[in-house]
């Protein structure tokens, strides 16, 4: 992992500012001499920076966008905790860490600490920009906002402006985290109980009746007690528990809320989505209640220069990262024609 440190003030869109911030990223791969062959991976809600890691199939080794052909950068977000400024880390003015005191961020707010970023590492222009779910989030904003740097995108079950049922889910999380009696206090765990309740919520939207149905239903139709579902949902809380941390998911969910292409553009949703004029893959998974299909097409008949693809999936949201191979064959193959729809 390699670090970035800004040691000037920077705003943030609602107002405050901090100090400075610290980026932390993965590359992988080198740069050819033209500096032609970026390819930039923004990641989802509690992913981190080692997309090789998360996104085996189509980040990495053998993957669709590889070391090989790539130079490959993943930042982890502004906000998160795996290395970037976020709650946990100090604050500078008092000595101590920000915990509940971070103030919000935007999706917006994550784009431009990325661009500080692309101008530290020296690169001008980003062949591909790619992201799933919040990555995606990312990913549209930052192509609006630097038109003249990102070349293509592929995005994958996400959407132009969250959702009043994202947010819902959103806010069902946070009530979770905060009736736990430990949230806000001074302590790295606090709200930890809150974390895993928020986790259970959110797994019932990433996944989805039938998968929940095909893989969690007990065999033993005696059963009072000990469900396997109740277990799973047990385990993925206590899962998240250990990597991840309250403040963090609370603050992330405040963000995504805040997702919205057209706010301060003059425009509506549509109109900023036909000025995405860069080659654009989408694609969507039939199961995804988080981001259906309705808003996959819905970006798909304003986006001028986009193909859509939906990739038929019982996994739901969560498609978007256990159906690699799908999804790299897709991208394989779209990366293969753009290419030769380049050359004189």
Request: glycine residues 10%.
């Amino acid at each position: 992992m390699n670090y970035f440190t800004y040691d000037a003030p920077f705003a943030l869109e609602g107002g405050p500012s901090l100090p400075g911030i610290t980026i932390a990223y993965h590359t992988y791969g080198r740069l050819n001499e033209d500096r032609s062959n970026v390819v930039w991976v923004c990641h989802a809600l509690t992913a981190n920076s080692d997309a090789g890691h998360w996104w085996p199939g189509v980040v990495g080794e053998n993957g669709a966008v590889s070391p090989d052909d790539y130079f490959i950068v993943c930042a982890n977000i502004l906000g998160s905790c795996y290395g970037s400024t976020g709650p946990l880390s100090e604050d500078s003015r008092t000595a101590k860490p920000y915990f509940s005191h971070f103030p919000a961020v935007t999706i917006r707010d994550m784009v431009r600490a990325h661009i500080l970023l692309r101008k530290h590492l020296g690169i001008g222009k980003i062949h591909l920009l790619m992201g799933g779910s919040m990555g995606g989030y990312q990913a549209l904003e930052w192509a609006v906002m630097e038109k003249d740097v990102i070349q293509q995108l592929f995005l994958i079950a996400t959407s132009p402006a969250e959702s009043a049922w994202g947010i819902a889910v959103h806010t069902a999380q946070r009530l979770a985290i905060e009736a736990d009696g430990s949230w806000r206090d001074e302590r790295p765990d606090a709200g930890a109980r809150g974390l895993k309740a928020a986790r259970a919520i959110g797994i019932l939207t990433y996944r989805n009746y039938g998968i929940m149905v095909r893989k969690q239903t007990d065999t033993d139709v005696e059963k009072l007690d000990g469900f396997k579902a109740s277990s799973y949902i047990d385990y993925q809380g206590d899962k998240l528990v250990s990597r991840f941390n309250a403040y963090c998911y609370w603050l992330l969910t405040k963000a995504m809320d805040s997702h919205q292409l057209a706010r301060g553009r003059g425009k509506t949703v549509e109109d900023v989505l036909k000025s995405i004029e860069q080659r654009t893959l989408l694609i969507g998974v039939t199961s995804d209640i988080l981001c259906p299909m309705e808003e996959q097409r819905h970006m798909a008949d304003h986006l001028p220069n986009v193909r859509l693809v939906e990739i038929d999936s019982v996994y739901g949201h969560d498609g978007f990262m256990v159906e690699g191979a799908t999804i790299a064959t897709h991208l394989r193959e779209w990366l293969g024609r753009t290419y030769q729809e380049s050359l004189p």
